[in-house]
């Protein structure tokens, strides 16, 4: 058996780490085994399933930038104590240079993973770009999870070589089964039967536009007055939206359902999915409610990749918040039209399928591990 490093900031529900976990409950694990290197101290969502499953943390502190020399130093000794890793795959950013640096001067195979663009503008984003902008020169080998996120961390160059490959941030579609019968269950279990929902799956963050999905939903309120709009997941800006909606005077109508264990329950219980994100990697919470068999509504910030199913529509966001509103409550009534389908084999023939990206991963693995540095 071989003993993969990941290198993560902390396992939380997040995109890039659920991507992660899929990955690792779906991986033969009598074959390859992952161990992550985190940077945060406290105890993470994912960290007791992973010790369950045969994983091992190892803790540094959160680069900073004035602590590299540090932080260089705790890595160095950390891989020189493990010669067990032969692989180090990193998926956080701002630090991969020195990490993966340090992997490469102890002799292992050093990827770099890019789970998505980077949104950050301003000072915080030309900071990161500073810093993170000499994996390029690092990383043995580049994955991301689509063409826009492996050119904007990585360059065109990298994307168009021979050192690259998007990873499909894949998904255990046994979960996302779905028929009319399992959604007016999962309504009435929620408490919604009867009632139009419309839902929403990321963390409360600015790239994810939550203040303008209020806004659209205030104007669905108008067309159907008992419509349920439920979120699922937390970040910082849970506060000002909840305060957003009161004065939408949206009240119980708008569900903040902070981070769900079940994801697939909850894309069950709605109607149509709305996602007006700025911009996106990949957004697999769309990929996820596709295979659900919901209709989706979402923006033209996230790629097309994404875009599994005829019944997903990609609408600009400059059409304005009443056209947002319109297209929804379109959705709405073709859904009650039609009897709830998933669409599972759609979204496995699109390479979304975590069994089929495991098994293209273990074998990367598996072939860098025995060439080394020159696969």
């Not at 999870?145 to 492996?150: D, I, K, L, N, V």
Request: aromatic residues 8%; charged residues 20%.
């Amino acid at each position: 058996m071989m003993r993969v490093l990941q290198v993560i900031g902390v396992l939380d529900r997040g995109g890039a780490e659920t991507m992660i976990m899929n990955l690792y409950r779906a991986m033969d694990r009598s074959q390859v085994q992952f161990d992550f290197l985190v940077h945060e101290q406290r105890k993470g969502d994912y960290d007791d399933e992973i010790c369950r499953l045969g994983g091992r943390f190892f803790r540094v502190p959160r680069f900073t930038g004035v602590n590299e020399h540090a932080y260089r130093k705790q890595v160095r000794m950390l891989l020189a104590d493990h010669p067990e890793w032969g692989i180090v795959h990193g998926h956080i950013g701002s630090c991969a240079p020195i990490y993966l640096g340090e992997a490469k001067r102890a002799g292992r195979y050093a990827i770099a993973h890019s789970h998505a663009q980077n949104f950050l503008g301003g000072l915080p984003g030309f900071a990161f770009n500073v810093v993170a902008y000499p994996v390029r020169r690092v990383a043995d080998y580049f994955m991301a999870c689509s063409r826009e996120a492996g050119i904007d961390r990585f360059g065109q160059r990298i994307v168009e070589g021979n050192r690259f490959s998007i990873v499909p941030n894949g998904i255990d579609l046994s979960r996302y089964v779905c028929d009319q019968q399992a959604h007016e269950l999962a309504k009435q279990q929620m408490g919604f039967g009867g009632a139009p929902v419309f839902g929403h799956v990321g963390r409360l963050a600015p790239e994810k536009n939550h203040a303008f999905l209020l806004d659209v939903f205030a104007h669905i309120r108008q067309q159907l007055p008992n419509a349920v709009l439920i979120m699922a997941g937390r970040g910082p800006l849970e506060d000002e939206l909840r305060g957003k909606a009161q004065r939408l005077g949206l009240g119980s109508a708008a569900r903040f359902l902070g981070v769900c264990d079940d994801v697939p329950a909850v894309l069950r219980a709605m109607d149509v999915f709305v996602f007006p994100s700025t911009s996106e990697g990949l957004a697999m919470a769309a990929v996820e409610a596709q295979a659900s068999g919901l209709p989706c509504v979402m923006s033209t910030g996230v790629p097309e990749l994404a875009r599994v199913c005829a019944a997903a529509k990609r609408v600009p966001l400059d059409e304005g918040v009443e056209a947002w509103a319109r297209h929804a409550v379109q959705a709405y009534e073709q859904a009650c039209a039609t009897p709830r389908a998933d669409a599972v084999d759609d979204v496995r023939e699109h390479g979304f399928d975590i069994a089929q990206t495991s098994r293209w991963l273990a074998d990367f693995y598996q072939r860098a591990a025995s060439k080394g540095r020159n696969l």
